[in-house]
């Protein structure tokens, strides 16, 4: 048994082996680290941080203590013992909170009760442990019944923190407690928690306390010292929980910093109807409104609006209910707003009429909401213009691009009777996946690239892996502040929670809405905007990008940024998108994607399968106004604007059936049919597929290497260009035309292919006595041309990285059999820190960047360099781009918003 020891005549502790800091400590905490809210929140916790803040304040805050950050990491690497002094200071801190609250710790007359957070620098919802109520045992709760004068509350108190204690502390799975209240629930005849009495508790104390016993082998501890010390560890060993950890790997947040512990004294808010608790958000999280935002309970705990177990009231409600409470819950939530120049999230609760607040933090939000709230706060003052670019990441306007449901979709899916039900539209978006009814099913089906949706009674915070690899999730429990609602907002992921309609049977996998029965797999659609549930699959639009906050963020972003933002497009369509986007040129259009359409593609195996020139040469003078049309199209869109066009660049096989596929009908005709026609011409097919197949078509024949063997081809497209250019310009559009050459890996391949098209391109404009400005360059996606860059940029008037094949080439891998067979496997065991093809690998492919950025420029100082790959709308590989010195970055025309802020934020952050 832990006994207490008296420190009041210790000597002072010196900072570096201080432990606990009391609330009201917070110039010692200041003294020791220096004025910086960052490393106050480093060894205090986010929590710790903000509780003393507040108390300083002089927001009614419970008092207590905080364990430091370091001493979590202390007792992780002590093996699990709590470091030398703790236990001392622990027990010191806690005489002063006694002495303000004029309770003792134990006392079995008075007794004082405290909570024990987890609190690290990093806001972690739900992820680590608290206990709640410790102090209480058999005697003290009969105290706590005496001075209330409530047997029912008393009795209320100990089984949570028996449940609490056991689950947390004693690893005792949750729904052994739960299969008790449920039966209590039974026997009495009642729906909610709340209205058991304590004759009913009394039985599940017992039932709870022999659980305990069955469980470990030993009873629970009636010693409030032992509860306390026992509780503390149980939250330094949450930080390296499963799902805290799956949560930082989830946000990447580190996993050295350690969290903080909170002991604090216990309020409470199940006390009577003059009692309550909740969470507001001093702005709507959600839409980014400006107004209070959130849920409460009259005369409950906390984790009861969290957990979703009771219906919540609109917090709006306690205007009503309780006025003056409202009021001044409105007045400490702006003034936190403002003090910490961001929206809060803040605890509260009531005890017997008086407003008490347990912790403030800055609130999760939406996508929407993040941005709105930017842009406000730079119209209210608060903030600049450079922070509002900051505090918005690149990841959220890419939430923000999330799909939705058009207004026709919802109506004709109500009509057909596919609305299964409504709930509380907790994260914006519209999410389509089957139903899958555990996190490890959601988590299973989403790295097969399935898409799911979580269908749970409430998410827990061991729910988190399965949530993050879901598209929606749905609960039939739960409000704005539950814990699903709080996950979704965060990763953006589109919510419907209390959705009181579903009858959920977990073991059956399966729920029910009235006579419609849903099993795990089947379809469904989401919308967290509406709250609406829809059986089977709708179709989704991406949404309007004029919304007028985000056009004032990017704005600002422009600004800010010195990396040109360009798009891939390969279609004037595609092209106009990019530029109501903001795209400020085309850094890749594709001309082999040009020949796919089925107006298209017959003439282009008729190219391929020529078996003498003057059929080629017909086959390619029908492919030539074609492409003309294209590349006008993509002229008069870009009016002004640079385009680059690549040249083909796959090879010719790809545009021919697969082999295997000819195989398998040649055989299946040989048997049913073997004097059809159309088998001599799938054998003619078979012949032509072989006679271009190769062992490794992505080293093979392709790109300059095509064109150097079969120079018609490409000198067809520059002629289409060229005279594409021309028409355009006299109709008075500015053409900037870029030809890029693909593939190149010696110079004398770029020399030789830009000899052939240069006399083609002067051609054309000396017969339609039109003179363009033109430039001719290189795809620098080969190891070697990266190498010898010095050399390429004697041709070369520009460079564009192809990172998806420099990539593969450096790596000696291919991305679609890596992708599917064993990368998933190196990042799952730490191989590999991300994906090479959707973040670029600085060690590697861009040290061999850098490299060709450097001595291109040595030959030609004004060399243009951008990048067209994959990576051209990852935040993190535009943020290399910034730092090695390319012109532009250019990716699809959706990732164009996402590409600008992350430019903004390369620039600023370097400044």
Known sequence: ????????????????????????????????????????????????????????????????????????????????????????????????????????FGDPENPLLVSCRSG??????????????????????????????????????????????????????????????????????????????????????EAFKAIIRQETGRDFPQDPFEQLRLAIEAVFKSWNGKRA?????????????????????????NLGEDSGTGVVFSRNPATGENELYGDYLNNAQGEDVVAGIRTVKPIATLAHEMPAIYEQLYEIAKRLERHFRDVQDIEFTIEKGKLWILQTRDGK??????????????????????EAVLRVSPQQVERFLHPRFEQHVRQKAIKAGRLLAKGVNASPGA???????????????????????????????????????SKGILTALGGNSSHAAIVA?????????????????????????????????DWLSIDGSTGEVFLGQLPTVMPDLHDPYLTTLLGWADEFRTLGVWANADLPKDAQRARDFGAEGIGLARTEHMFLGEDRLPIVQRMILAETDEE????????????????????????????????IDPPLHEFLPRYETLLVEIERLRLTDPTSPALREKERL?????????????????????????????????????????????????????????????????????????????????????????????????????????????????????????????????????????LLDYLEQGILPANPFQTLDVEGVGQLMRLAVEKGRTTRPDLSVGICGEHGGDPASIAFCHAIGLNYVSCSPYRVPVARLAAAHAALKQA
């Open 489 to 521: 907002r965060q990763f953006g992921i589109p919510a419907v929670v209390g959705c009181h309609e579903l009858q959920i049977d977990t073991e059956k996998r399966l729920f029910r809405v009235g006579a419609i029965e849903v099993r795990e797999g």
């Open 365 to 386: 939000r939406t996508a929407r909401a993040a941005i709105r709230f930017a842009v406000d706060f730079v119209n209210e003052g608060l903030i600049e213009p450079r």
């Open 1 to 104: 048994m832990i006994q207490a020891s008296t420190t009041n005549n210790q000597p002072a502790t010196p900072d570096a082996q201080r432990w606990v800091y009391c609330f009201d400590e917070l110039d010692l905490v200041e003294a020791r680290v220096g004025n910086d809210w960052d490393a106050v929140r480093g060894l205090l916790g986010g929590k710790g941080a903000n509780l003393a803040e507040m108390t300083r304040l002089g927001i009614p805050v419970p008092p207590g203590f905080t364990i430091t950050t370091q001493a979590c990491i202390a007792y992780l690497e002590g093996g699990e013992r709590l470091p030398d002094g703790l236990w001392e200071q622990v027990l010191e801190a806690l005489h002063r909170v006694e002495a303000k609250m004029g309770r003792r």
């Open 686 to 822: 078979l012949h032509a597929v072989e006679r271009l197949r190769e062992a490794n078509p992505m080293l093979g024949l392709r790109g300059v290497r095509l064109g150097i063997v079969f120079p018609d081809v490409m000198k067809m497209q520059v002629r289409a260009m060229f005279e594409a250019a021309c028409a355009c310009a006299l109709e008075g559009v500015q053409v900037r035309l870029e030809v890029m050459i693909p593939l190149v890996a010696h110079v004398n391949e770029l020399r030789r292919m830009r000899d052939i098209l240069e006399t083609e391109a002067q051609a054309v404009m000396n017969e339609k006595g039109v003179r363009i400005p033109y430039a001719f360059g290189t795809m620098i996606e080969v190891p070697r041309a990266a190498l010898t860059a010095d050399a390429i940029a004697e041709v070369a008037e520009f460079f564009s990285f192809g990172t998806n094949d420099l990539t593969q080439m450096t790596y000696g891998l291919s991305r679609d059999d890596a992708e599917g067979a064993f």
């Open 431 to 469: 999410a389509v996946g089957m139903a899958a009814f555990d996190a490890d099913t959601a988590e299973a089906w989403g790295k097969a690239g399935k898409p799911v949706i979580m269908v749970r009674p409430e998410t827990k915070p061991d729910d988190v892996h399965g949530m993050i690899a």
């Open 616 to 647: 080629r040469a017909a086959a390619l003078a029908e492919l030539l106004p074609i492409q003309r049309a294209d590349f006008e199209g993509l002229f008069r869109v870009m009016d002004g604007l640079p385009v680059i066009i690549r040249l």
């Open 120 to 205: 690290a620098k990093f806001s972690m919802p739900g992820m680590m442990d608290t206990v709640l109520n410790i102090g209480l045992n058999d005697t003290t709760m009969l105290a706590m019944a005496r001075l209330t004068n409530d047997e029912r509350f008393a009795h209320d108190i100990y089984r949570r923190l028996l449940q609490m204690f056991g689950n947390v502390v004693l690893g005792i799975p949750d729904e052994r407690f739960e299969a008790v209240i449920d039966d209590a629930r039974r026997k009495a005849g009642v729906r909610y928690d709340s209205e058991l009495q304590a004759s009913d508790w009394k039985p599940v104390i």
């Open 245 to 269: 950890v799956d949560y930082r790997n989830a946000t990447g947040i580190p996993h050295t910093l350690g969290t903080a512990v909170n002991v604090q004294s216990m309020v409470f808010g």
